[in-house]
């Protein structure tokens, strides 16, 4: 299993992808989807406090193409981060066709 700061890193890592990849908007966007504090994501990206399973569990959760795995699953800081841009890419997608089926519903 990974040690803490291994899986920080990795939250990061794919926090990363998905700002890169516009499938999160801003810490605050990612905050209100988690229901919690900015503040606190703004701690967690900084490497100032840890993140938690209940942390992770919400976070895939929000995004279901990424999985506890790629939190603790060694391998994944071997990935090449194509891999990674793929799935921040499927999740964005994923954003926008639910934003279309809501604006369909309108």
Same mark, same amino acid.
């Given at each position: 299993?990974?040690?803490?700061?291994?899986?920080?890193? =990795?939250?990061?890592?794919?926090?990363?992808?998905?700002?890169?990849?516009?499938?999160?908007?801003?810490?605050? /966007? *990612?905050?209100?989807?988690?229901?919690?504090?900015?503040?606190?994501?703004?701690?967690?990206? =900084?490497?100032?406090?840890?993140?938690?399973?209940?942390?992770?569990?919400?976070?895939?959760?929000?995004?279901?193409?990424?999985?506890?795995?790629?939190?603790?699953?060694?391998?994944?800081?071997?990935?090449?981060? /194509?891999?990674?841009?793929?799935?921040?890419?499927?999740?964005?997608?994923?954003?926008? *066709?639910?934003?279309?089926?809501?604006?369909?519903?309108?």
């Amino acid at each position: 299993m990974a040690d803490k700061f291994a899986v920080n890193d =990795a939250f990061i890592r794919i926090y990363n992808s998905l700002v890169e990849s516009k499938a999160i908007k801003s810490k605050g /966007a *990612l905050a209100e989807m988690m229901g919690i504090k900015p503040s606190t994501l703004s701690e967690i990206v =900084a490497k100032r406090q840890g993140i938690t399973v209940e942390f992770i569990q919400t976070f895939c959760q929000v995004f279901p193409n990424v999985t506890p795995n790629d939190f603790f699953d060694l391998k994944t800081a071997d990935r090449s981060d /194509a891999i990674i841009e793929l799935q921040a890419e499927v999740i964005r997608l994923q954003g926008e *066709l639910l934003a279309m089926k809501r604006n369909e519903n309108i």
